[in-house]
């Protein structure tokens, strides 16, 4: 694939031969980061050169140079074969050596002569070499030159490592690969390659997936991309509509001329789906990584689908391609693994260039008004140019008379041709090619338009050669859109509307209705498709009950929205603002919560809509659901300075969010969050792209000048500040939301004095900790990025909020993140202060400030209510410490507690924070344990305690009698499994008697969700014993097997419970009683999988992997019984049956070999899973088998494979060369059908290659 032999370049001309090799000069080079500068050719082929071609001159030598042997190389170019003579007559012409190899043999360069014609074995080569030294042998320091002669087979082996350079070969050679392209102007087929590339310095580019910096300008975005490509495995997407501009910013990437870091162009290959590819890019990306070529794939006109195979097989470890996939379609198109870059339309500037240098007859004037009306698209300008006489002005014509120049072109008019294309343009794509069926499209769409179904099909292939339609396989549609947009408004104000809405929507089929739905979502300033929505949007319409949508109505109603913005509103209050709305929380909705938040969002985009958008956003913010995070980001990011997605004013979004901070608890948190967004000042990026069918949209608005975008954040904090002095029920909230945007909003917005009035205003109300702390870290680590008069008022402010009582030192020390004691360090580079020692010290000063309250028992009753609260920080290292010093400080264990006890009642359950109270029992039983046991005993009894017995009880340790606590705290069933999770740390359960343990593990086990948690308890009280003399304890053994057996195998589970599923099997397989034991195992997964549908029992190969393992007999004889139709599309891991030695496995076969071989040969992989080599096992297999003809006929069925990334053609073509081994097999029946199998793979490539090509997608 993409592979140059020697007589491809005996064929080139003189010509493309000495462009061959200055193109892998040039390639050596760009591959060695080397300047291409260094590289120079003379001019015409004919002229006089000096004896030197092409001339490679270095400023150092680079022992890494390869096919150019020194820093200063001269290569002297020949197309016919160069014997002795030939070589002499041209080095030394009249007997005279020429000059310009003296030269290179002064600077220690090297001459290499190369040739196309001549192919020398050694012994030529050596003679050919030797006249070459025999020409320079009187030339004084001739040692010091390298001399070199390359024959065509060592160009072929030059060009073969760049594949853009080996597919140029072919081209030159008039035997192009099929759909595939070297670096050449893509855009412009036919136009020369060093066409200038045009922008200016409004073009775009959009980066969806960086939080910041998201808009670039053109050369930004080059550079971006090209960053990307340049490292293997690096994938990008450009998006945008068609006719932008897209394959011209493709080919610009390999341009050194526009702006930096160029790629390489020797190891580009294009292709566009639209052509049919011999070979497919699947196979290209296949071949290339397994041959560990490097290559950058240009991949134009890319469906998605498409692009996820492509850029799944980029993402394997090794990977030496590099992917760019082109596609016209914007919506929601961001695959994982990618960067996403959008092209935005050009500037009329930009256009106004593109004219003059590609339309040289056309008027300035003229290219104004052409670059005016096309809106951005490059292609339309340029095709309505080309229609263009000399002399002919087109400056003052209506829009409407440009749309007809641009679709008559200068041909008489054809009406009927129009009159197909007005039709065609009501749907975004169409089947062109199906002619009947119920899925069929043309004949609805030649019914539209009063017209026979050859006549439409004759006038799509005129728009087609016209290029005012696109095909992808059977799919056709009109392009570019603003032409289609056009079109499908001239066919709506001649066509009837009934007749209209009666074809394409209730007659037509789901497809069909679906692009037509979308098509009417970009005509929203069409009166007539505002007419044929606004029913169905109704109550009674069929779109206008959301709760009630059946499969692809949801579809439909999105598509629709733009046309009535309004209305589409007014439907989803209908939905929304109702008590019963069960249908979003079905498991699958027909409309999902993230499609309608989605959607909500674009909607807000508009002022007039804004607050009722919103508030229906924020109802589903303020609600408990999966999706809670995803469709909080679509309501706060409205409130961004920048990137909102709106263009609501600021005072009306104020307004808004001053209505939540006065709501319910949950609105008032959505509030605070809001405001929060509000002053967000860094890392903002937007929600969505905003498309909204054809409407013009931004992202938003944002500030044009400094001083709007400091009032903006004035305006905002003012707002807090108000409710703070208020003491609102969300001042704390409020508080605390201003501590997180404090640092950007002093360093980067400055808004110094408003910052200092907060700090005042706060202050006054109650100490500030979190103001304080962020201070405290913001001269640490910013002093650097801020002026002296800015960092000496910090200074300031850090001397105010220090805290100035024990109280206040309490608030700032104890509620604070374990990860940023540091900041409370003098301030010090943070390089300098090590983590743990600085959790050192704060953790032993928290425990003294402990011993100080517990001295002042005002002041603990003042901060319980803080201390017992989760509150923002749960900071549980630094409370535990705190609750240390209060044991250690008190002069009554009992008087504290109670204390203790007292707030933790008194706050809200799920508030609720008992890390003061954990380290405090922890302290208490090191001083008095039996107050320990006392206080323990009391909090199984008092309800707003029990739930935290467990994590009381694993810090003071648990002996006889705390296994008892946590034994009836499981059995009262008052707490959550996960509360036990701290049983496994440390060795608190090595000395539990094990039938108490066993009794603890099975009360946990009952909880809701607690089997997980028992077997984590179970597993380590097994770890801590394993160093023991002598056997595991039988109970614990009869537990875990217990447990193994009544576990639910429904696939849930996360990697480390499969983990510990997967140790305790290994264990209590080992044991006497494990061959019955492993009998029921095997009895409990065979019936897991029918009855729960296990899916190949992915999570749990590792316990069956234990089971063959340890137990191979009886799980070869369960899952292989000859009575029983083993499961074996489960057993499809190679892994299971590699786990049993083979001589094991094979002695189990040998007990009945004529059943259990072919069975075991059914079950095992054929092939690894790269499918570029046999399975070890399956070859041993084979070999042991007396009849392996059977065998061979069981190994068949494992020929296709059932799962796989990328081509399929390509996974077959690889499965045929992993044959060879069979192929060549001394049992000539095995070579047999092994060749069989090698046709049956080809045929099978052949035809999928063939589907793959006929199915490049359609546009939607």
């Known amino acids: 694939m993409f592979i140059i032999n020697g007589s491809d370049i005996a064929s080139l001309d003189d010509v493309d031969l000495r462009a061959l090799v200055v193109q892998l000069c040039a390639a050596e080079l760009h591959a060695l980061g080397l300047p291409r500068s260094s590289l120079t050719a003379g001019g015409d082929q004919n002229a006089p050169d ?20 020194r820093s200063n190389t001269g290569f002297q170019v020949k197309k016919p074969d160069m014997p002795r003579g030939e070589i002499l007559n041209e080095m030394r012409p009249g007997g005279n050596l020429r000059p310009v190899i003296a030269e290179l043999a002064e600077q220690g360069g090297a001459y290499v002569i190369a040739c196309a014609s001549g192919s020398v074995a050694d012994s030529a080569l050596r003679d050919r070499r030797s006249a070459m030294r025999d020409a320079v ?10 001399l070199d002669f390359y024959d065509r087979e060592r160009l072929a082996a030059w060009a073969s490592q760049y594949p853009g350079v080996a597919v140029w070969v072919q081209k030159c050679l008039g035997r192009p690969i099929q759909g595939w392209q070297p670096y050449a102007n893509w855009s412009a087929p036919g136009e020369p390659v060093d066409a200038e590339y045009l922008w200016d310095d409004t073009s775009r580019l959009f980066d969806s997936r960086k939080t910041a910096e998201s808009e670039l300008t053109i050369i930004e975005g080059i550079d971006r991309i090209r960053d990307i490509l340049a490292k293997p495995g690096g994938v990008v997407r450009l998006i945008g509509l068609s006719g932008m501009g897209k394959t011209r910013l493709a080919q610009a990437l390999f341009d050194a001329r526009v702006g930096e870091r160029s790629l390489d162009p020797s190891i580009v290959v294009y292709t566009d789906t639209v052509q049919a590819q011999t070979p497919l890019p699947s196979e290209v990306i296949a071949h290339h990584n397994q041959e560990g070529k490097r290559v950058i794939v240009i991949v134009d006109n890319c469906k998605p689908d498409l692009h996820k195979t492509l850029a799944d097989a980029c993402k394997k470890e090794g990977v030496v391609v590099s992917l760019m996939t082109v596609e016209y379609d914007v919506r929601e198109d961001e695959p994982e693994h990618t960067e996403v870059i959008r092209l935005a339309p050009a500037s009329e500037d930009v256009l106004g260039m593109l004219l003059q240098q590609r339309a040289t007859h056309v008027t300035q004037q003229d290219r104004i008004r052409i670059a005016q009306w096309s809106e951005g698209n490059a292609r339309l300008a340029l095709a309505v140019a080309r229609t263009l006489r000399p002399g002919e002005s087109v400056a003052a014509w209506s829009d409407r008379e440009l749309f007809d120049r641009l679709f008559h072109q200068g041909r008489e008019e054809d009406t009927s041709l129009l009159r197909a294309a007005e039709v065609c343009s009501l749907v975004y794509s169409f089947d062109g090619e199906t002619d009947s069926g119920e899925h069929a499209e043309l004949p609805l769409l030649a019914e539209l338009a009063g017209m026979s179904l050859d006549e439409l099909y004759g006038h799509v292939q005129e728009l087609l050669a016209r290029e005012l339609a696109q095909q992808r396989g059977k799919w056709r549609a009109v392009l570019p859109q603003v032409l289609a947009i056009h079109l499908a408004k001239r066919a709506l104000e001649q066509l009837r509307p009934n007749r209209v809405f009666r074809i394409l929507f209730e007659t037509a089929p789901p497809r069909l209705r679906q692009s037509f739905t979308r098509r009417l979502g970009h005509l929203h300033d069409s009166e007539r498709a505002r007419a044929i929505v606004k029913p169905l949007l109704q109550p009674d319409g069929m779109l206008g009950d959301v709760s009630a949508f059946e499969p692809d109505d949801a579809t439909l109603f999105q598509n629709l929205a733009p046309v009535l913005p309004s209305e589409t509103l007014a439907a989803l209050e209908r939905g929304l603002l109702v008590s019963d709305r069960a249908w979003l929380d079905k498991p699958y909705p027909f409309f999902s919560v993230q499609d309608v938040s989605i959607l909500l969002h674009a909607l807000a985009y508009d002022p007039e809509l804004f607050d009722r958008a919103a508030r229906l956003l924020a109802k589903l913010t303020t609600e408990k659901t999966s999706s809670a995070n995803a469709i909080g980001q679509d309501f706060y990011s409205l409130f961004y300075h920048r990137y909102s997605g709106t263009h609501a004013t600021q005072r009306q979004r104020i307004s808004f969010i001053e209505e939540l901070l006065k709501g319910t608890v949950a609105e008032a948190v959505c509030g605070v969050r809001a405001l929060g967004a509000m002053l967000a000042v860094r890392d903002l990026s937007p929600a969505h792209s905003y498309e909204f069918g054809a409407w013009p949209r931004d992202y938003g608005w944002r500030p044009h000048d400094r001083e709007e975008y400091m009032n903006w954040f004035r305006n905002a904090l003012a707002l807090a500040l108000q409710h703070i002095q208020s003491d609102s029920p969300v001042a704390d909230s409020l508080c605390e939301m201003l501590a997180s945007q404090f640092r950007d ?25 979190s103001g304080w702390q962020v201070v405290r870290m913001m001269l640490n680590q910013d002093s650097d990025l801020m002026d002296s008069d800015a960092l000496a008022r910090l200074k300031a402010l850090d001397a105010c909020l220090k805290p100035k009582n024990l109280a206040e030192e309490v608030r700032a020390y104890v509620f604070i993140d374990a990860t940023d004691v540091r900041r409370f360090a003098d301030p010090v580079p943070e390089s300098d202060v090590r983590l743990s020692d600085a959790y050192d010290n704060h953790s032993e000063y928290v425990r003294t400030l402990g011993i100080a309250v517990a001295k002042e028992s ?42 203790l006890v007292k707030g933790v009642a008194a706050t809200p359950v799920a508030e609720r924070n008992a890390s003061v109270s954990v380290g405090f029992l922890a302290q208490a039983a090191d001083i008095d344990p039996n107050a320990a046991h006392t206080f323990l005993d009391g909090a199984i009894e008092n309800p ?12 003071v340790g648990v002996d006889s009698r705390g296994v008892e606590r946590l034994i009836q705290v499981a059995v009262d069933s008052e707490v959550e499994a ?22 603890l593990v099975e009360a946990v086990a009952a909880l809701p969700k607690g089997q997980d948690v028992a077997l984590k308890i179970l597993l380590w009280k097994l770890y801590l014993t394993k160093d023991d003399y002598g056997p595991r304890d039988k109970a614990l053994i009869e537990c875990g097997r217990r447990m193994l057996l009544k576990y639910p195998y429904d696939g849930h589970q996360n990697i480390r419970t499969s983990h510990d599923l997967k140790e305790i099997a290994s264990i209590c397989l080992k044991d006497s009683g494990g061959e019955n034991f492993a009998e029921k195992l095997c009895e409990t997964f065979l019936e897991a999988i029918p009855v729960r549908h296990l899916f190949s029992l992915s999570r749990y190969m590792k316990i069956l992997e234990q089971i063959f393992l340890l137990q191979p007999h009886v799980a070869l004889t369960a899952f292989f019984h000859e009575k029983r139709e083993a499961p074996l599309h489960y057993i499809n891991e190679k892994t299971v049956l590699d786990a049993i030695p083979l001589e094991t496995l094979l002695g189990w076969i040998n007990e009945q070999p004529e059943q259990r071989f072919p069975k075991v040969a059914t079950a095992i992989q054929l092939f690894e899973k790269d499918h570029q080599s046999l399975n070890p096992r399956a070859l041993e297999l084979l070999e042991a088998a007396p009849d392996k003809q059977t065998i061979m006929a069981r190994f068949e069925r494992r020929l296709r494979p059932s799962v796989w990334a990328g081509s399929l053609a390509g996974v077959y073509g690889m499965r045929k060369q992993a044959l060879a081994p069979l192929l060549t097999h001394e049992d000539t029946a095995v070579a047999s059908v092994a060749a069989t199998w090698s046709r049956k793979l080809d045929e099978w490539a052949q035809t999928a290659r063939e589907s793959e090509r006929k199915d490049p997608g359609s546009f939607e």
């Not at 909003?745 to 900790?769: C, F, G, K, T």
């Not at 923002?872 to 010093?885: A, I, N, T």
């Not at 740390?985 to 094990?994: A, D, E, H, M, S």
């Open 745 to 769: 909003l002093w360093v980067n917005a400055q808004i110094h004095d408003e910052l200092e009035h907060a700090v005042e205003v706060i202050s006054r109300r109650r100490y500030w900790a």
């Open 858 to 899: 005002e002041i603990l009753s003042e901060l319980l209510g803080d201390l017992s609260s989760s509150g923002v920080h749960e900071s549980q290292p630094s409370r535990s410490f705190f609750g240390q010093g209060l044991a250690e400080g008190a002069a009554s264990l009992t008087a504290i507690w109670d204390m």
């Open 50 to 69: 000096g004896g030197v071609d092409v001339r490679v001159e270095l400023p150092s030598g680079d022992a890494r140079l390869d096919f150019i042997p």
């Open 978 to 999: 996960w509360n036990y999770v701290n049983l496994t740390f440390g060795r608190g359960l090595k000395n539990t008697p094990p039938d108490r343990l066993v009794a």
């Open 944 to 955: 707003a305690l029990k739930a935290f017995v467990p994590l009381f009880q694993s810090a």
């Open 137 to 146: 042998a009187d030339l004084q320091g001739h040692d010091a030159l390298h």
